[in-house]
């Protein structure tokens, strides 16, 4: 070799060495994207490193710090008793807020810091996603066991950071459920919309009314595709019990998620009616729908029992989820799609012609909206009577709304601009950004079946929940989620693959400050991201790879994930 192409040599091996040894911000795969971090020079070794945490810590921080310990366990397959001589120390810090948290990485040791649950758990989640993805398999892996040296102060952009998920078109088991709540908690949503009764079917124990999982809970078969008039005549149903209805409530309590259920009133409340046919304007009889779309059936506003049944339900539910939102619905109560030539009930009804005359409801096309208004006021009076307040879709602002409800607004943002202009909360869940049951892709035919619409991730990631909001108006926006309807999901595989990567794309206009979203910079986490959906077992959509639809099973193959997994340098 001649001397110049040794001194090239030894520059090429030098640029070489510097890169890999001189960590590239770029190269921080986490999401959603933390807010302040700085990744600095050096590595620090899990394996067999001591876990520790403060005396202060509750006891659900202290069982998340113990998750976590015994993920690095299964994971590293050592111990971590500290034989390596180095420690993880959880402090409690009670000059940062209840969802911030800090991290310090140093060769040395790793200091994490944080007031209260939910921050101690973002910091997990945070270290999970510097680790290599094999942690999330929870069984021993080959894997270069080191964290980058980083320093990170993080916390969330909205306080509200939402995924709704309906149960009444397609039916979740509880085993399902929590893996949703675990993929939830890897990118720190903090609030679960459990929508639990429809006109398909009605998904939770009430005591008081046993009819209405006994015969509410099932229908006679199921809509084939749209083809309107068919039926596969296939039984489908099922419902939570009380206790697991609590079982979820914990174990997301224990993640920092609130669970949030919806008790859609006064429509979508066929199967409701199907049991107690008495509660309907027209007495029945009501069959739980065995197809999709608006029904005409609702909830007769004119007849006081109706009253007495929504406050029983309600006082149960209360006693299941100590949230402090219930979402009352209020979503599509008129113009049934099925019968377009059949007026709606509350329209021709004597028992809610008598309730409008009493309350100087003015007769016209707007008086079923003031009717609805009055059912709203009542519900929200009783639960805010029990210190809970209401969330309702943004049809509840049509008419008058009575102060301290929050508009859940979702046929776009209109609902959530208006709302937030009139002083009320919002919660934005616009269907044109947010509604996973959307296509992803343009090539429908090698997608899954699915109800219409085009949501790619990238126009996903794009929103922003300000746009259109007036000055001065921006802290009425809570924050954002997105929704799951499954009219047309059935298969866990397919409910994961509408829900993944836009889940992620979600968490960060959940999380990240406007300025520090970057779709390049996102995108590019995306192998990373994938990796660790498929060490935890989930699917996910690679419609933004160019590689269409859920048949490739499993998500990527073995051999792929395998040489993942295995990588050496992860570029820190
Ligand atoms: C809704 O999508 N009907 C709220
Ligand atoms: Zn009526």
Redesign the pocket.
Known sequence: MNFMKRILLFWAAALLLAACSKPQPQAFHVIPMPDQVTVNEGVFPVAGALVSYDDQLDSLSAKAVGRFCELLQSATGKPCNGKNGKTIRFGFNPNLAAEQYSIEVRPEEVEVEASALNGFVYAIETLKQMLPPAIYGGKPAKADWVLPCVSILDQPRFSYRGMHLDPCRHFWTIEETKRYLDVMTAYKLNRFHWHLTEDQGWRMEIKKYPRLTEVGAWRNGTVIKKEWGSNDGIRYGGFYTQDQMKEIVAYAAERGITVIPELDLPGHMVAALTAYPELGCTGGPYEVWTRWGVAKDILCAGNEQVYTFLEDVLTEMMEIFPSEYIHIGG??CFGGDAEPDRPDPWDICPKCAARMKALGIKKGPQAKHYLQNYVTARVQEFLNSHGRKIIG?DEILEGDLAEGATVMS?RGVQGGIAAASKGFDAIMTP?GFLYFDYYQSQERDKEPFGIGGYLPLEKVYGYEPFDGISAGAEDHILGVQA?L?TEYIATPEHLEYMLLPRMCALSEIQWCEAEKKDFARFDASLDHTFAILDAMGMQYSLDCRGKIGLERQPARNAEELEAYLAKKDWGW
């Open positions: 979503d599509e879709w979702w269907n929704n309807w």
